[in-house]
Nanobody
Framework: QLQASGGGLVQAGGSLTLSCAASRRTGSNNGMGWFRQAPGKEREFVASINWRGLSTNYADSVKGRFTISRDNAKNTVTLQMNSLTPEDTAVYYC?????????????????WGQGTQVTVSS
């Protein structure tokens, strides 16, 4: 139901754009979010957006560098990542929230994509 894409290898300071496509049956009236999980670490919140795209949340570590957006006509959510650092290296997951808002807690999401690897070299 969720297909994430756009990961890859990039040098520090570079940019990547992640995209996540949801099936028509899910996501259009729900908040959506991005999480990431680095090796040996817990999956952590990155960014979220409510169902209308008017309210967003960001982890402190990515504020000012990452931008989340969505296109409800296409049922997609995008994460634009700029000024990447090696600390951003992780598998990135998109998720559909239980309701219309974009919560920061993992428990607020019910559908998860398969993840896409982002590797930032120094």
């Amino acid at each position: 139901q969720l297909q994430a894409s756009g990961g890859g290898l990039v040098q520090a300071g570079g940019s990547l754009t992640l995209s996540c496509a949801a099936s028509r049956r899910t996501g259009s009236n729900n908040g959506m979010g991005w999480f990431r999980q680095a090796p040996g670490k817990e999956r952590e919140f990155v960014a979220s957006i409510n169902w209308r795209g008017l309210s967003t949340n960001y982890a402190d570590s990515v504020k000012g560098r990452f931008t989340i957006s969505r296109d409800n006509a296409k049922n997609t959510v995008t994460l634009q990542m700029n000024s990447l650092t090696p600390e951003d290296t992780a598998v990135y997951y998109c998720a559909i929230a239980l309701g219309p808002t974009g919560p920061v807690a993992r428990s607020g999401y019910r559908y998860w994509g398969q993840g896409t690897q982002v590797t930032v070299s120094s």
